[in-house]
């Protein structure tokens, strides 16, 4: 008896010594529970910009609504008053809410037509400034293996002249429909007499090619320095539609002549004339 009360003893010995050794969960006294996964964060949603955006512009159209509507109602009802100050004072907000609003549409419509535009003429741009780099790398393995004095100097004009092709390509401005360097021509031949054709153009020409203005204005950008103002210039960008105040057409309503009774001047006669249009109207019924 001794042995087997001694033996359990041990057992229970160590089932407690593994017990104490258990690794402890943090214990939350809010909840009067354990917390399994450590503190938790909440993350707020995620608002898109266009919707804060869009949000603002209406809400400038309200405020503008608004205060239209409270100067005209200031104005017509002679039991609502306004102080001087108080009428000044919205008049200025309703003019500094104009003109943010006007500034809103105006950079909408800017961004609009800047992507269109942009995504219309992309790939004419990069085939044209992809075609410029080969042509100037091309000028500057010549110009290396060139020993001649004149045939350098000739190099160096061509080489000047290929920059500036490359510049305008990528500094062209953005808002301009772009004038390619190399066009394809509109004859009814085959891509590879087009190529030939290309090819014998720009051999004959080097110097100025698309739009041929705007070829010298890239040539003196990049002398003074200011390639990225012409590429971000506004000058190419069409003006606003001016929109006319809608007339509202007032539909003439045609009257439909109606029968009247004439008139009588005393209630016999009055009876005397519904009798004979009731008469006249029972002819031929069902004893005729």
């Given at each position: 008896?001794s042995?087997?009360?001694?033996?359990?003893?041990?057992?229970?010995?160590?089932?407690s010594?593994?017990?104490?050794f258990?690794?402890?969960?943090p214990?939350?006294a809010?909840?009067?529970?354990?917390n399994?996964?450590?503190?938790?964060?909440h993350?707020?949603?995620?608002?898109?910009?266009?919707?804060?955006?869009?949000?603002?512009?209406n809400?400038?159209k309200?405020?503008?609504r608004d205060?239209?509507?409270?100067?005209?109602?200031v104005e017509?009802v002679?039991?609502?008053?306004?102080s001087?100050?108080?009428?000044?004072?919205?008049?200025r907000?309703?003019?500094?809410c104009e003109?943010e609003?006007k500034?809103?549409?105006e950079?909408?419509?800017?961004?609009?037509?800047?992507?269109?535009?942009i995504?219309?003429?992309?790939?004419?741009?990069?085939?044209?400034?992809?075609k410029a780099?080969?042509?100037?790398?091309k000028?500057k393995?010549?110009?290396?293996?060139?020993?001649?004095?004149a045939?350098?100097?000739?190099?160096?004009?061509?080489?000047?002249?290929a920059e500036?092709?490359?510049?305008?390509?990528s500094?062209?401005?953005?808002?301009k429909?772009?004038?390619?360097l190399?066009?394809?021509?509109?004859?009814?031949?085959?891509?590879?007499?087009?190529?030939?054709?290309t090819k014998?153009?720009?051999?004959?020409?080097d110097g100025?090619?698309?739009?041929?203005?705007m070829?010298?204005?890239?040539?003196r950008?990049?002398a003074?320095?200011?390639?990225?103002?012409l590429?971000?210039s506004?000058?190419?960008?069409p003006?606003?539609?001016?929109?006319?105040?809608?007339?509202?057409?007032?539909?003439?309503?045609?009257?439909?002549?109606t029968?009247r009774i004439?008139?009588?001047?005393?209630?016999?006669?009055r009876r005397?004339?519904?009798?004979?249009h009731?008469?006249?109207?029972?002819?031929?019924g069902?004893?005729?």
């Amino acid at each position: 008896m001794s042995y087997k009360r001694k033996h359990a003893e041990d057992l229970e010995g160590e089932s407690s010594a593994s017990k104490s050794f258990k690794k402890q969960r943090p214990f939350n006294a809010q909840n009067g529970a354990r917390n399994h996964n450590g503190p938790r964060h909440h993350k707020r949603p995620h608002v898109s910009s266009d919707i804060s955006t869009t949000t603002s512009t209406n809400a400038l159209k309200s405020r503008i609504r608004d205060l239209k509507r409270l100067l005209a109602h200031v104005e017509n009802v002679e039991g609502h008053k306004m102080s001087a100050g108080m009428r000044v004072e919205r008049e200025r907000e309703l003019e500094a809410c104009e003109h943010e609003l006007k500034e809103k549409v105006e950079q909408t419509r800017e961004a609009e037509y800047r992507t269109k535009i942009i995504g219309k003429y992309h790939q004419v741009r990069f085939f044209d400034r992809q075609k410029a780099t080969r042509i100037l790398k091309k000028l500057k393995k010549e110009l290396a293996s060139e020993n001649d004095a004149a045939a350098k100097e000739d190099l160096e004009q061509k080489i000047h002249n290929a920059e500036v092709d490359v510049n305008y390509a990528s500094f062209y401005p953005l808002l301009k429909p772009y004038s390619s360097l190399y066009p394809k021509s509109k004859n009814g031949g085959s891509e590879g007499d087009d190529q030939e054709e290309t090819k014998g153009k720009n051999k004959d020409q080097d110097g100025p090619k698309g739009d041929k203005d705007m070829w010298a204005a890239v040539e003196r950008a990049m002398a003074e320095g200011t390639l990225n103002s012409l590429r971000n210039s506004k000058e190419a960008l069409p003006v606003a539609p001016v929109q006319k105040a809608k007339k509202k057409q007032i539909k003439s309503q045609e009257v439909k002549p109606t029968k009247r009774i004439p008139e009588q001047k005393n209630r016999r006669e009055r009876r005397a004339y519904e009798a004979e249009h009731a008469e006249d109207d029972s002819d031929g019924g069902f004893f005729e």
